[in-house]
Each structure stands twice: as structure tokens, then as C-alpha cells.
């Protein structure tokens, strides 16, 4: 008798999953490109972009959860998962710097050394991209047991972005006081299962 890991596993291939993860993207772009973001189109697309980061980095973050709680082993989706989220804040990012600063440096550096919810924001950026770059099967090999130490550092991803996200908004939403609750009961299980092998 198969499993439902298993049945999920031939429903949707890793690269279905990319294809899915990046439809989102092209559609809060047609949505700009239309019109339909609001008085603010650029402002909104940047947070749309955000937004969907922080959402799959919560996936990224729930795959060892679920196969250590309930047994759902869902861990051939985490690189895709975590790939995506990086992809996100890039293009997060690529709108900042372009449609909503356009290009102009001055500001930019301003913005970067002196506003601290962007400094929250870089900072995140700069740990992810050592992560994506190590994504793959030739970094795990040549890296081992440090992989593992250089990808613990998504932990410390997910409370930059989630300050970052806090302090960018001035009234957080319900789905925004969601994500931070998901991400307070997320690291609070890895503090806590961190702990038991220290005292283990």
C-alpha cells in the first residue's frame, strides 16, 4: 500500500513545483502592468513580493516539522521550497531598487545604512544568497557537516524577515499577525528540540 508522502510525490515532480512557485510572480507583474494594484502600484508590488517570500520560507520551514511530528515527509520540496523564497525576496528587492528607487544611488545607500527595517531586510537578503548558492548536491558534498551549519543560518533568515516585515508596517494585518505567529511556534520547536539534544 502506497503512502500519501508517496501518491504526492508522483501528483507533483520538483520541477512542477518551481513552475507553481513562480506563477504568483508573473501574476502580481500582469496585475501592475494592468493597473490593478491599487494607487500605489509600485509600493504594492513590492509588498506582494514580500509577502509571497515570507510564505514559502514558512513552507521552507514547516517540511522538518511535519516529517518529525506526523511523518509527512515532504523533504524533496525543501531545496524548492527555500530556492523560492530566496527568488522572492531577490525580485522583493529588484523593485525596490528599480521601480521604487529607480536606480537612484543616493537614496538607495540612505535607505540601506539608515532605515532599519531595510538594514533588517539586507541582512536577510546577504544570508540567503550563500544558501542559494549552496543548494545543490555538490555544495552538500564538498561541504558535509558544515552544510548543515551554514543552512541553520534560515533560522536566523526567518526572524530578520520577520522583523523586517513587522517594522515595515505600521498596522499589521490578520494574515501578517499569522505569518508571525507561525514563525514564533516554528523557532520556538527548533529552540526546543535543540535544547533536548543539548541535554540529551
Do not use: C
Request: glycine share 6%; proline share 4%; charged share 15%.
Amino acid at each position: 500500500m502506497s503512502s500519501k508522502p508517496s501518491q504526492l510525490k508522483r501528483q507533483l515532480p520538483v520541477w512542477g513545483l518551481y513552475i507553481i512557485g513562480f506563477i504568483p510572480a508573473i501574476w502580481g507583474f500582469y496585475l501592475g502592468a494592468t493597473d490593478q494594484m491599487g494607487t500605489d502600484p509600485v509600493k504594492a508590488f513590492e509588498h506582494y513580493l514580500g509577502f509571497w517570500a515570507i510564505r514559502f520560507l514558512l513552507l521552507t520551514l514547516v517540511i522538518t516539522p511535519l516529517r518529525e511530528l506526523f511523518r509527512i515527509n515532504l523533504i524533496r520540496y525543501r531545496r524548492a521550497l527555500g530556492l523560492l523564497t530566496f527568488w522572492y525576496v531577490l525580485f522583493h528587492f529588484i523593485v525596490y531598487l528599480t521601480l521604487d528607487q529607480a536606480l537612484r544611488m543616493p537614496e538607495i545607500i540612505s535607505d540601506i545604512t539608515k532605515r532599519p527595517f531595510i538594514i533588517f531586510g539586507m541582512l536577510a537578503l546577504i544570508l540567503l544568497i550563500p544558501l542559494a548558492l549552496t543548494s545543490f548536491n555538490w555544495a552538500i558534498r564538498k561541504l558535509r557537516k558544515n552544510w548543515k551549519r551554514l543552512h541553520g543560518l534560515v533560522y536566523t533568515v526567518a526572524i530578520l524577515g520577520m522583523i523586517h516585515m513587522i517594522m515595515g508596517t505600521k498596522v499589521l494585518s490578520a494574515e501578517q499577525m499569522l505569518y508571525v505567529a507561525l514563525f514564533v511556534l516554528l523557532l520556538g520547536y527548533r529552540a526546543v528540540v535543540w535544547l533536548k539534544r543539548r541535554t540529551a
